[in-house]
Structures are given as C-alpha cells and as structure tokens.
C-alpha cells in the first residue's frame, strides 16, 4: 500500500470534524443546573475542603515542631550562658588566688630580703 497525500479540502475536512466531536463532547456535558453537576460540583468542594484541614493541620504541626525547636535552641543557649558565667566566676577566682599568691610570694621574698639585709648590718656593728 502506497501512502496517500491528503489534499487541503482533505485536512480542513478533518479539522471541521475534529472541531465539531469536541463541541459536541463538550456540549454533552452536564450544565450548571443539572443533578450531576451538582454532585460534581459537591464532590470538588469535599475534596477542596478535606485538602484545606490537611494543610491546615500540617501548618499546625509545622508551627509546632517550629515552636519546639525555638524551645530547644533558647534552653541550649540558656545552658551555654549558665557554663560562661560559672567558667568566668571560675576564671575570676582563679585570677584572684593568683593574685593572692603573688602577692603572699613577694611579700615572703621581702621578708626574706630584709632578714637578710639586717643580718648584713649585724655582722658590720
């Protein structure tokens, strides 16, 4: 069999027929009015608003995991700010016995000093 070319009559032929089923498809479908657009119609509000509890619930579970991790992050950062405040008070005693040390060593090195130094003079009178 030999391909046949379709002459212009030909496809515009076939485009009128093609533009006419769909007219007619859509022509056959029910209208607003009708029993079973009307139960279409209910169906597609059924299905719309089971979707927007869906939705809504997923926000409420989002909003609450989001809470939750806020929760979390504060009381980790709480606990942080407790550990620098007790490693600074740490940090200041530390500084404050060192100081006390030093202070108490060159005290005792003076003392020893002096002792010496008046047993200097004893030894010259």
């Known amino acids: 069999m030999a391909f046949k070319d379709m002459g212009f009559a030909d496809r515009r032929k076939a485009a009128d027929e093609t533009r ?3 007219m007619q498809k859509f022509a056959s479908q029910p209208k607003p009015g009708d029993p079973e657009f009307e139960e279409r119609e ?6 719309a608003e089971a979707r927007r509890v869906r939705e809504a619930e997923r926000e409420a579970v989002r909003k609450a995991e989001e ?7 504060a009381a980790q950062a709480a606990r942080k700010a407790e550990e620098e405040r007790l490693a600074a008070e740490q940090a200041a005693r530390e500084a ?3 100081a006390e040390r030093q202070a108490r060593l060159a005290a005792d090195q003076k003392a020893k000093r002096d002792a010496r130094y008046a047993r200097r003079k004893a030894r010259r009178k």
């Open 42 to 47: 209910a169906a597609r509000r059924v299905i």
């Open 67 to 73: 809470e939750r991790l806020a929760a979390e992050a």
């Open 20 to 22: 006419k089923a769909l």
């Open 96 to 98: 404050v016995e060192e």
